[in-house]
């Protein structure tokens, strides 16, 4: 790292000092027994900053049920940490925004702020880091803070290298490290540090850009605040499937969270980045409302698997003895034959009832329906779109995703427990319901039309000497389909037996 081009940018004279507001809270909230009248009455001294907490609290991200007035009583009602995180990063963004900049894009750097911001705190909270979430809204708000140190200090310098990533904000720490010896992260830690912020946002802030690097103490808040990032990328993506896979697949890895919840936490983190921005009063990117680009990184996910088995089927590259004979021409999933084979050699690779095997069938009712109102090829879009859905939830755990029949599909999970895989059956479903609509564009009614009906048997100590055979376990799993199907909506039930045996 290069030490002396720090010390120069952290000398220089147009970038701001911390506003007395916020070194004055950090003072006062070093001491565990601050009274909370003390640090009211400080706040208020900054009526235009104690206006904007006050409009921030009252918003629907905090969702108090009474109107708060005073700053007082947000301390309160929502505790020390949340206003404490809102003082300080309310009065850093006025201290760190120039309006009369031509050359930094602050619309792009704010939108990214806000975003992570967030985004970090939502997930924090996900993952019941709920005594920092408050400590990862403020790093994600101000994890960039030295890309303005780099630029106020060399001004044309680091323009050049920020416009040389041609917006791709990843490119940006490799680059810094190339021509400077020095990245933002370092330099914003650096500075969070002089300010005498807390390590719980020091550390973070200086590892967001490599999280999986970060001293294990502070890696869950690390990996919020990069994966809060990778929300921001969803929210600005010219292609969003692409971006929206990289989250899934991070969210799983680095915290084990479900991709349902990372939807509802890409929608309301664009929804309160809004909110957000108007009492800040600093503009952000025009960007498209978050369902819509839900909705578009799904279709852009069935165009995709359409267009891909058209070219492999045009270029005449399918192994006619490893793939056609055990692949679904529409969903390039295993058919019904390596379903079969799947699950024999699963089962006969282990012992019945050491190691679990876990079996799940879904059918979706109403494709015809579908086919006679729509079309052949909506039917098909829906069909791709399951796939693609099961492929992205039951993948990740093991899974063989199969298709047995038009309507249904089948997984063999080894090595899964009932339990994971009703949670995973269970998200399928609501995913399902959810999004279903969202697939093809202008088709009204495909929620009314449609159901999926999910049924799991799992070959464990408890049904060892029931499930003897692999078909027996597919058996049992086609029994749980038909019970959830019995309901007339969607529905997911799990093989006992008890029941079996009553």
């Known amino acids: 790292m290069d030490t002396d081009l720090l010390t120069d940018i952290l000398n220089c004279p147009s970038l701001p000092s911390i506003p007395a507001v916020a070194a004055n809270v950090i003072e006062l909230t070093a001491d565990p027994d601050v009274e909370m009248s003390e640090l009211a009455s400080q706040i208020t001294l900054d009526q235009a900053l104690a206006s904007k907490v006050l409009r921030t609290v009252n918003s629907s ?12 009583k947000a301390l309160i009602l929502l505790g020390l940490s949340p206003v404490k995180s809102l003082v300080l990063g309310f009065s850093l963004v006025s201290a760190f925004t120039d309006k009369s900049s031509n050359g930094f894009d602050y619309k792009d750097y704010w939108t990214r702020g806000l975003h ?29 803070i030295g890309m303005i140190a780099m630029y106020r200090a060399m001004k044309k310098r680091y323009l050049d290298i920020v416009e040389s990533t041609d917006g791709d904000h990843t490119k940006l720490a490799r680059l810094e490290l190339q021509e400077f010896d020095l990245q933002h992260a370092n330099v914003g830690a650096t500075i969070a540090e002089h300010w005498k912020l807390p390590l719980e946002i ?30 921001h990328n969803v929210l600005i993506a010219d292609n969003p499937s692409s971006a929206l896979r990289d989250c899934y697949e ?33 503009e952000l990117e025009e960007l498209e409302a978050p369902s819509e680009i839900l909705a578009r990184a799904e279709r852009q996910l069935i165009d995709l ?14 192994d006619s003895q490893t793939t056609v004979d055990t692949r679904d021409p529409l969903t ?23 190691v679990d095997i876990t079996v799940v069938q879904a059918v979706i009712s109403g494709l015809e329906t579908v086919a006679q109102k729509h079309g052949d090829q909506v039917r098909e879009n829906i069909i791709i779109g399951v796939a693609n859905l099961m492929l992205r939830l039951f993948e990740p755990l093991g899974g063989a995703v199969c298709r047995l029949n038009a309507e249904a599909f089948g997984v063999v999970l080894p090595e899964i427990d009932s339990s994971t895989a009703q949670k995973c059956a269970d998200e399928c479903k609501e995913y399902f319901a959810r999004s ?48 959830a199907r019995t309901s007339g909506q969607s529905a997911v039930h799990a093989f006992s037996p008890s029941k079996a045996a009553a």
């Open 202 to 231: 020091v550390v973070p802030l200086k590892y967001h850009e490599r999280p999986t690097a970060c001293p294990t103490e502070y890696a869950r808040s690390a990996r919020c605040v990069a994966l809060a990032n990778l929300v």
């Open 332 to 354: 390039n999933v295993l058919n019904r034959d390596g379903f079969k084979h799947a699950i024999g050699q699963v089962y006969s690779a282990v012992k019945p009832g050491e």
């Open 250 to 282: 991070r969210a799983h890895a680095w915290l084990g969270i479900k991709q349902s919840t990372v939807d509802k936490i890409i929608e309301d983190t664009g929804h309160a980045a809004r909110q957000f921005a108007s009492v800040l009063e600093v």
């Open 436 to 483: 279903v609509a969202t697939w093809i564009p202008g088709v009204p009614d495909l929620q009314k039309d449609l159901r999926i009906h999910i049924g799991l048997a799992t070959l464990d100590k408890e049904t060892a000497m029931i499930l003897v055979s692999p078909e027996k376990l597919v058996l049992a799993s086609s029994r749980a389909v038909q019970t």
């Open 305 to 318: 698997t359409r267009d891909k088995l058209a070219a492999s089927y045009a270029a005449n590259e399918v």
């Open 61 to 72: 991200f905090y969702g108090l049920r009474k109107r708060c007035t005073t700053i007082e």
């Open 116 to 144: 992570c911001a967030v985004a970090a705190k939502l997930l924090a909270d996900e993952v019941n880091l709920k005594d920092h979430a408050d400590e990862c809204f403020l790093t994600g708000l101000l994890q960039d």
